[in-house]
């Protein structure tokens, strides 16, 4: 399967909850959600199985960082979210509620 380039903007949210604290992440906006899942879907009918609690390998484009991590489906409703490493956060000086342009690779 090839790779597949999904461009969006969302918030930089931060989770406070005990060892997570200050984790930064974006929900995936709809029309992103709807790329990741029919990638995910894709990928489980060709390979027989899903990875690891249904997430999607990506490579991250954020302003002058690139990294590689992945994107994970919500477990409540019909959506995704994308961690956001905090050295990231910090090299590209963001702060919660700032609106990130991204750019991920679908691999």
Do not use: C
């Not at 903007?9 to 997570?20: I, T």
């Amino acid at each position: 399967m090839s790779s597949e380039t999904v461009r969006f903007s969302a918030p930089l949210v931060h989770w406070e909850l005990g060892d997570f604290a200050g984790l930064g992440y974006v929900l995936l906006p709809d029309e992103a959600v709807e790329a990741v899942a029919g990638y995910e879907l894709m990928r489980r009918l060709e390979l027989g199985k899903r990875r690891g609690f249904g997430s999607v390998k990506v490579n991250v484009l954020l302003g002058g960082s690139r990294w590689s991590t992945s994107t994970f489906p919500l477990k409540d409703k019909a959506g995704w979210f994308l961690p956001i490493k905090k050295s990231v956060q910090r090299a590209e000086s963001l702060d919660e509620g700032d609106l990130l342009e991204i750019e991920l690779e679908l691999l």
